[in-house]
C-alpha cells in the first residue's frame, strides 16, 4: 500500500513539475466567485484531536480500532494523494502537531510534492497551532507558546505560503475574548467555530447574528478580529457525509436504476438555501468533515467532484448556486471583498449551554491535578527557555529536550487534555508524556545553571512532589545542602521557600555568608497521612528569600538544645482522625488552640482565636473553627470561608449539572482547627468533615493569605457523584457582580444571571449556569472594599450571592455526560479515589486600590522561584557566564518569553501585564539584553515570532454602527513603527514603549 502511494506520488510529481508554474498562495489562489449567485465555499476538513478517546500515537498510527476507528497518518496520506489529481480540490490541515510528525516520516519526492500542493494554496494550514488548544483552562502564555511552536514549523518547512490566516477553534467548548486577542495579535483575519450557547445562536440565526467583529480587548487598540459561527456544528450537510465511515448515498450518475443526481442536488440546494438565509452576504461556508474523516480520501473528493459538476450544471438552466471547492481563508476574503458592515461583540462566549439542562461548566475543573500538572509544565518550559539562552546551551541532546517539552506543552492545550474531557488512558498518557518532558526540562535547566553558577558539578536535582512535602534530595538528611532559586520573572521578587526536611534544626544562610531568618514547621497531618507517602521527613524549613535572577542559599544542620530525634510513624497510615496527636510538634511553635486535646486549649471555647503578623490579622471562630475576619491593606471584613458540596446524579466531565438545588451542602460549624504560631509563618489546620482539610497561612511579611485545600478521597454513593468547593462568604454588597480573567489577561465583567447578548435559560441549572471560567482570579467589589480569590491552575467559579465567591476544586462522578468521552470520570490513583492538593490566596483590599498587587501575585504565583538541590561539596569556582538583570524594566513589564529560536536567534517577548485602569504607558531600553546576547540585529514580529510586523496586514471590517459602508476593502497594519535596528546603531534605537496589556514580540539575531 505504501510502496503503490510512492509511485502515485512520484507520478504526480512528474505531472505537477510538467506544467508550467503558476504558483499562487494565500488569497490569489482562492476559487474565483460569482457575483450574482450564492456562492457556496465548501471546506474538506477533518478534525483530528491530538488525544481523546485514544492517544496521541494511537490516533495518529490508527492503532486501537476497537475504541475508535481513527488513523491520521492514512488521512493526510490519502488527501495528498487525492489533491495531486485535481488542482481544484483543496483541504485545509489544522493540528500542526500530527502534520509535523507525518512530515517526518515521508520521503523527499513527497515532501517536494507537498510543498507545491501548499505553495498552490491546494493544501491549506488553517488554525495551525501545535494543538486546536482549549479557551477555558489555558493560560495565555502557554497559548501563544504552542502557536509560536505551529507557525515556526509551518514556516521553516514551507516558508510564507504556510502561514494560515484563520483561526479554526471548531471544537473547544466555549470561547474566550483572549484566545480572538491572541488571533488579532498574530495578525490572523479572523476565526470560526462551531459551539455557541443555543440560545444565543438561535438568536444570532433568527437576525442574521452569526458573524460579527469581536472586539477582544478592553485595553488594546485595533484588537479587533472578524469572528464567525458555523450553521451546523463542524460536519457536513445531512445526508452528505461522503466518507468512508458514513452511510450517506454516493452519487450515482450513470445510466443506472440507483441514477440518483437530481434528488442528490436538489436536497443539497434546499440544504444551502436554508442555510444562506441565516448569513448576510451571498457567501456561504459548507464544512465537509467531521472527526478523524477522509482516511480514504478518494471516496469524500470523488462525491464531492460529482456534486460540484452537477449544482453547476444548474446554472444553464438558471440556477444562481456556485459550487466550488474553498477554505475558510478565501471565504472569509470574499466576506472582505463584499464591503458589507458586521454587528459587533464584546465580552466572550461561556458559559456553553447546548441545551438549558446542559451547561460545559464542569470542565473548567475536571481533573485537577492534570490541571495543575499542566501548569509545572509551563514553570519549568519558562524556566527551562531562559536558562537555555544565559547559558548557550546548543548541544543536540539540550536543544531536542527543550524541543519535546515545547511539544508536550502543545499538546497539553488541547482541547480534550487540559480539559480533562479524555478517557483515562488518554490521561495517563498526558501524564506520561509531560512527566518525560518535564524530567527534560528539568536536565537542561540543571546543565544551564551548572555554567551559570559557582557550583561546575552541583546536581541541581527538582523535586516535582514538593507539594506532598516530599524529596528525595533532602529526605535523609538537609544537612548541607545547597538550595538554588531560580527566579522567571523580571524583577527581584521575594518569597518564602519551604523545604521538606527532618525536624531538626537548621541554619540557612546567603550567598554572602549572612544567616537567614528560618523555622521549622510540621507538616499537616493530613499530608503525613497520604498512604503512598513516604515520611522520612514530617516538617518543612521555611525561609524567606530574594531572588533577581539566581540566588543559592546554604542549609545547615545545627546543634541546639531543642534538636531532638524524629518520630516515625510506625501505625498503619489510614486517613482516620486521631492522627494529629502523632505529630511532633518543633517547641518553638505554640499550638494555641486544639478542639481535640483539650490541655493545649488556651482559648476559649465560645470566643474566638486571632493570629496575625505585621500585615494581616485573621480571627478564627472558636466555636464554630472558620475563619470569620480578616484585617489587611487597611480594611477588615468579616469573611467566613468553608467547604461545599454540590451532590450530582447526572454530571459529568463536560457538564456539570446540578440534581436539586438543596443537594448543596456547606460545613458551616464543627471544624476541628490547631493553630502554629511561629515567627515567619502563622498556620491554621483545619479538618473539614472525613475528606477535606487545609491549612490557612500568612508569612510575616506578604501581604496575601494561602489556603492549602486537601481534598479526597471523596466519597460517592451508588447514584451521586460530589463536586467540591471552597467558599467564602463576606459582607460586601457586590450587587449580582463578580470579575473573572480571560485567559489569565484581562478581567471580563459577570453579572448573575445575565448575558451580553441573550437571555439564558436558568430555570434547570441556575448555579451552572453562572459558572465561569477562572484561570487565575475572580473578584467581586463594593465601593469600599474588594476581595480577589487568585488560584494555582485552571477551575470553575461562581458568585452565587452577593459578596460570595466560589471555586470548584474536585469533582468525582458516577455517570457519563452523554458528549461523546463515554466513562463517568472518576479518578483513582494508588488504588483509591484521587486526592488533590493546591492552593487559593485571598487579597482583602480598600475597593479604590490598584489592582495592580492582584496582576503581581498572579505572575508569582504563576511562575514562582523553581527550586533546585544539590549538596554543599565546598567546591565553587567562579560562573562560566554571567546572568543579566531585567531589573531596568519598568514594574508592570513581564518578561513573558526569552528562548532560543533559530541557532543564531533568540526570542524576546515583553508585555506590560496592567490594564487600562491599573498601568500607564511605559518605556525602556533593551540594548542592555541586546548586547549580553551578543546581538547583531533585532527585528519585531507579530505575536507569535514568525511574521515581521511590518509585513502584518490583516483584514479590517466596518461596524454596523460606523454609519458607512467603506468604498474600498481596508486593513490593519501595525499600529506603531516596528523595531528594526543593528548592533552599530544607537542605544535610542533600541527604546520599546508599551501600552497598558501590550505585548511585543523580537528575533534577537545573535553573534
Ligand atoms: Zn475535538
Not at 110 to 123: H, I, M, P
Not at 982 to 999: G, R, W
Amino acid at each position: 500500500m505504501k510502496y503503490l502511494c510512492g509511485i502515485v506520488l512520484f507520478v504526480a510529481l512528474l505531472a505537477l513539475s510538467v506544467r508550467p508554474s503558476e504558483e499562487a498562495c494565500g488569497y490569489e489562489a482562492c476559487p474565483k466567485t460569482k457575483t450574482n449567485m450564492i456562492n457556496i465555499h465548501m471546506v474538506p476538513h477533518s478534525h483530528d484531536d491530538v488525544g481523546w478517546l485514544k492517544t496521541v500515537d494511537q490516533y495518529f498510527y490508527g492503532h486501537k480500532s476497537n475504541i475508535q476507528h481513527a488513523g491520521v497518518q492514512y488521512i493526510i496520506d490519502t488527501v495528498i494523494s487525492e489533491l495531486i489529481k485535481d488542482p481544484a480540490r483543496r483541504f485545509i490541515q489544522v493540528e500542526t502537531s500530527f502534520f509535523a510528525k507525518w512530515w517526518s516520516e515521508q520521503s523527499e519526492t513527497a515532501k517536494q510534492v507537498v510543498k507545491k500542493l501548499v505553495n498552490e494554496g491546494r493544501l491549506e494550514f488553517t488554525g495551525g497551532a501545535w494543538s486546536m488548544n482549549d479557551e477555558a483552562a489555558v493560560n495565555y502564555q502557554s497559548v501563544i507558546d504552542q502557536f509560536t511552536l505551529g507557525l515556526k514549523f509551518l514556516d521553516d518547512t514551507f516558508g510564507s505560503c504556510a502561514r494560515p490566516r484563520i483561526g479554526w477553534q471548531i471544537d473547544p467548548f466555549g470561547h474566550s475574548r483572549e484566545q480572538a486577542s491572541i488571533f488579532a495579535q498574530m495578525g490572523y483575519d479572523g476565526e470560526f467555530f462551531a459551539r455557541m450557547d443555543h440560545r444565543d445562536k438561535n438568536n444570532r440565526i433568527d437576525n442574521l447574528g452569526m458573524e460579527m467583529i469581536w472586539d477582544a480587548s478592553e485595553t488594546l487598540s485595533n484588537d479587533e478580529i472578524f469572528t464567525g459561527l458555523l450553521y451546523r456544528h463542524y460536519s457536513a450537510p445531512p445526508g452528505y457525509c461522503f466518507d468512508v465511515h458514513c452511510g450517506d448515498d454516493p452519487i450515482i450518475d450513470t445510466k443506472s436504476y440507483d441514477n440518483n443526481v437530481k434528488s442528490r442536488v436538489d436536497d443539497f440546494l434546499s440544504y444551502v438555501t436554508e442555510v444562506a438565509k441565516h448569513y448576510r452576504s451571498n457567501h456561504i461556508m459548507i464544512p465537509m468533515g467531521d472527526d478523524f474523516q477522509y482516511e480514504d480520501a478518494q471516496v469524500n473528493f470523488k462525491n464531492m467532484d460529482k456534486l460540484i459538476k452537477y449544482v453547476n450544471e444548474r446554472q444553464a438552466d438558471g440556477s444562481t448556486f456556485n459550487l466550488f471547492y474553498s477554505t475558510p481563508a478565501c471565504y472569509l476574503n470574499s466576506l472582505h471583498e463584499g464591503l458589507q458592515t458586521w454587528p459587533n461583540k464584546t465580552e466572550d462566549f461561556f458559559p456553553y449551554g447546548s441545551d438549558d439542562n446542559s451547561y460545559w461548566t464542569g470542565y473548567f475543573t475536571s481533573r485537577p491535578t492534570q490541571k495543575r500538572f499542566e501548569r509545572d509544565g509551563n514553570h519549568i518550559l519558562q524556566v527551562a527557555k531562559q536558562l537555555s539562552v544565559f547559558a548557550e546551551l546548543t548541544s543536540k541532546q539540550q536543544k531536542e529536550d527543550l524541543e519535546y517539552l515545547r511539544e508536550i506543552m502543545g499538546v497539553m492545550q488541547h482541547h480534550d487534555a487540559i480539559t480533562g474531557t479524555e478517557k483515562q488512558a488518554v490521561s495517563n498518557d498526558y501524564d506520561r508524556l509531560l512527566y518525560d518532558g518535564i524530567l527534560g526540562g528539568v536536565n537542561t535547566a540543571r546543565d544551564g545553571l551548572r555554567k551559570l553558577t559557582n557550583l561546575p558539578n552541583g546536581e541541581f536535582e527538582s523535586c516535582l512532589q514538593l507539594n506532598i512535602s516530599e524529596c528525595a534530595f533532602t529526605k535523609d538528611g538537609a544537612d548541607n545542602v545547597v538550595v538554588t532559586l531560580y527566579n522567571p520573572l523580571a524583577h527581584t521578587s521575594t518569597q518564602y521557600v519551604r523545604v521538606p526536611v527532618k525536624n531538626e534544626n537548621y541554619q540557612v544562610t546567603d550567598e554572602k555568608g549572612r544567616v537567614v531568618a528560618s523555622e521549622v514547621v510540621p507538616v499537616a497531618w493530613q499530608v503525613l497521612a497520604l498512604e503512598f507517602r513516604n515520611n522520612d521527613t514530617q516538617h518543612e524549613l521555611v525561609f524567606k528569600a530574594s531572588v533577581d535572577k539566581i540566588a543559592s542559599y546554604y542549609i545547615k544542620k545545627v546543634e541546639s538544645q531543642e534538636s531532638r530525634s524524629v518520630a516515625v510513624h510506625t501505625q498503619p497510615k489510614k486517613s482516620s482522625k486521631g492522627q494529629e496527636s502523632n505529630l511532633e510538634v518543633p517547641k518553638r511553635f505554640k499550638k494555641m488552640h486544639s478542639l481535640k486535646n483539650a490541655t493545649e486549649n488556651y482559648a476559649d471555647e465560645d470566643g474566638e482565636t486571632v493570629v496575625q503578623t505585621s500585615l494581616i490579622k485573621l480571627v478564627i471562630d472558636n466555636k464554630t473553627g472558620l475563619l470569620k475576619t480578616v484585617e489587611m491593606n487597611g480594611v477588615s471584613e468579616n469573611i467566613d470561608q468553608s467547604y461545599g458540596v454540590y451532590r450530582t446524579y447526572d454530571s459529568g466531565a463536560y457538564v456539570f449539572r446540578q440534581y436539586h438545588q438543596a443537594d448543596f451542602i456547606i460545613q458551616d460549624e464543627g471544624v476541628e482547627f490547631t493553630v502554629y504560631d511561629g515567627a515567619l509563618v502563622k498556620e491554621i489546620h483545619q479538618q473539614f468533615g472525613d475528606y477535606v482539610s487545609q491549612v490557612i497561612r500568612i508569612y510575616e511579611g506578604k501581604n496575601i493569605v494561602e489556603f492549602e485545600w486537601q481534598v479526597g478521597p471523596i466519597e460517592r454513593e451508588e447514584e451521586f457523584g460530589r463536586e467540591v468547593v471552597i467558599i467564602f462568604n463576606s459582607t460586601i454588597a457586590s450587587n449580582g457582580v463578580s470579575y473573572t480573567d480571560s485567559n489569565g489577561r484581562e478581567m471580563i465583567k459577570r453579572v448573575k444571571d445575565e448575558r451580553e447578548d441573550f437571555t439564558p435559560g436558568l430555570d434547570r441549572q441556575p448555579t451552572a449556569a453562572n459558572y465561569y471560567p477562572v484561570t487565575s482570579r475572580i473578584a467581586l467589589q463594593d465601593n469600599n472594599k474588594r476581595i480577589a480569590l487568585l488560584n494555582d491552575r485552571a477551575q470553575g467559579g461562581a458568585s452565587m450571592n452577593d459578596g460570595q465567591l466560589e471555586l470548584m476544586l474536585h469533582r468525582r462522578l458516577v455517570r457519563d455526560d452523554g458528549y461523546g468521552v463515554g466513562e463517568a470520570l472518576n479518578e483513582e490513583k494508588y488504588g483509591q479515589p484521587m486526592i488533590a492538593r493546591g492552593k487559593v490566596y485571598l487579597i482583602l483590599s480598600p475597593a479604590d486600590e490598584s489592582t495592580a498587587v492582584e496582576r503581581e501575585a498572579e505572575k508569582e504565583i504563576h511562575l514562582p522561584f523553581w527550586k533546585f538541590f544539590s549538596k554543599n561539596t565546598g567546591s565553587t569556582s567562579a560562573a562560566a557566564k554571567s546572568v543579566p538583570s531585567f531589573e531596568d524594566f519598568p514594574k508592570s513589564v513581564h518578561l513573558l518569553t526569552l528562548e532560543p529560536f533559530n541557532d543564531d536567534e533568540v526570542l524576546l517577548r515583553v508585555e506590560n501585564f496592567l490594564d487600562h485602569t491599573e498601568g500607564k504607558v511605559v518605556s525602556f531600553n533593551i540594548r542592555p539584553i541586546f548586547d549580553y546576547l551578543n546581538g547583531v540585529e533585532i527585528r519585531e514580529t507579530t505575536l507569535d515570532g514568525n511574521l515581521p510586523l511590518s509585513d502584518m496586514k490583516r483584514f479590517k471590517f466596518h461596524h454596523d454602527n460606523s454609519g458607512h459602508r467603506p468604498d474600498n476593502v481596508e486593513f490593519y497594519t501595525s499600529a506603531h513603527k516596528p523595531l528594526a535596528a543593528e548592533k552599530a546603531q544607537e542605544a535610542s534605537e533600541f527604546s520599546v514603549t508599551l501600552h497598558p496589556m501590550q505585548i511585543r514580540t523580537f528575533i534577537i539575531k545573535t553573534e
